[in-house]
T-cell receptor, first 114, second 115 residues
Framework: AQKVTQAQTEISVVEKEDVTLDCVYE???????LFWYKQPPSGELVFLIR??????QNEISGRYSWNFQKSTSSFNFTITASQVVDSAVYFC???????????FGTGTSLTVIP | KAGVTQTPRYLIKTRGQQVTLSCSPI?????VSWYQQTPGQGLQFLFE???????NKGNFPGRFSGRQFSNSRSEMNVSTLELGDSALYLC??????????????FGNGTRLTVT
C-alpha cells in the first residue's frame, strides 16, 4: 500500500487562479512528519514545508498555505493566485519516528498557463 | 552555506559496468540519503547514512551500495549495471536523521544512462 497518495497526476490552471494539491498519507506511528517539496524543470527538489504530527495548525507563507487534518490523514497544499513560476512537480512526503525511510508520493505536475 | 553537491551531473555507462556517484552534504549535516527517480517508479528511497553507518535500505538489490566518510561525504555504487538502472539519482542531506523529521536538502542529481 502506498504510504503517500497524490491522486492528482497533472493539473493545469490559468494564471491567478487558486489551486489545491491533495495529499493523503498512511501511518501507524503517532509521531511522524509531513513535507512538501517542489521540483521545477531544472530538477532540484526544493523543500517547502514540514509539519509534525502534533501540530495541526494550518500554515500560510505568502501565496502558499497548507491544511493538515489528522482526522482525514490529509495534508493539502494550496497556491493562491498562481503564477507561471509555480509550474513544477510537487511532492508530498512522509517520515516516521520509528522508521528510517522517507516516503514520497507520486507527485502532481502543475502547469500554470499565462 | 554551500548546498548539496553531486558529481558527476551526467553519466553514460554500458550494461555490466559499475558506477560510483558522489555526494557532498551541506556543512554540518550528518545524514545523507539517496533516492532513485524514474518516470515509472517515481522517487524511491535507496538508503540513509548517518555518522558513517547505514541506517536503512530501501527495496533495492545488493548491487546498490553506499558508504559515508568521516567528513559526511557519501558515495553510492551500483555494480553490474542494468538498463533499468537508468535514472536520476538524488542525494539529500539533513542535520538530523530521517526519523527525526529533519527537512531534506537535495542536490541537483546525477543523470545515469545505461546503454
Amino acid at each position: 500500500a502506498q504510504k503517500v497518495t497524490q491522486a492528482q497526476t497533472e493539473i493545469s490552471v490559468v494564471e491567478k487562479e487558486d489551486v489545491t494539491l491533495d495529499c493523503v498519507y498512511e501511518t501507524r506511528d503517532t509521531t511522524y512528519y509531513l513535507f512538501w517539496y517542489k521540483q521545477p524543470p531544472s530538477g532540484e527538489l526544493v523543500f517547502l514545508i514540514r509539519r509534525n504530527s502534533f501540530d495541526e495548525q494550518n500554515e500560510i507563507s505568502g501565496r502558499y498555505s497548507w491544511n493538515f487534518q489528522k482526522s482525514t490523514s490529509s495534508f493539502n497544499f494550496t497556491i493562491t493566485a498562481s503564477q507561471v513560476v509555480d509550474s513544477a512537480v510537487y511532492f508530498c512526503a512522509l517520515s516516521e519516528a520509528t522508521g528510517n525511510q522517507f516516503y514520497f508520493g507520486t507527485g502532481t505536475s502543475l502547469t500554470v498557463i499565462p | 552555506k554551500a548546498g548539496v553537491t553531486q558529481t558527476p551531473r551526467y553519466l553514460i555507462k554500458t550494461r555490466g559496468q559499475q558506477v560510483t556517484l558522489s555526494c557532498s552534504p551541506i556543512s554540518g549535516h550528518r545524514s545523507v540519503s539517496w533516492y532513485q527517480q524514474t518516470p515509472g517508479q517515481g522517487l524511491q528511497f535507496l538508503f540513509e547514512y548517518f555518522s558513517e553507518t547505514q541506517r536503512n535500505k530501501g527495496n533495492f538489490p545488493g548491487r546498490f551500495s553506499g558508504r559515508q566518510f568521516s567528513n559526511s561525504r557519501s558515495e553510492m555504487n551500483v555494480s553490474t549495471l542494468e538498463l533499468g538502472d537508468s535514472a536520476l539519482y538524488l542525494c539529500a542531506s539533513s542535520h538530523g536523521a530521517l526519523r527525526e523529521g529533519s527537512p531534506l536538502h537535495f542536490g541537483n542529481g546525477t543523470r545515469l544512462t545505461v546503454t
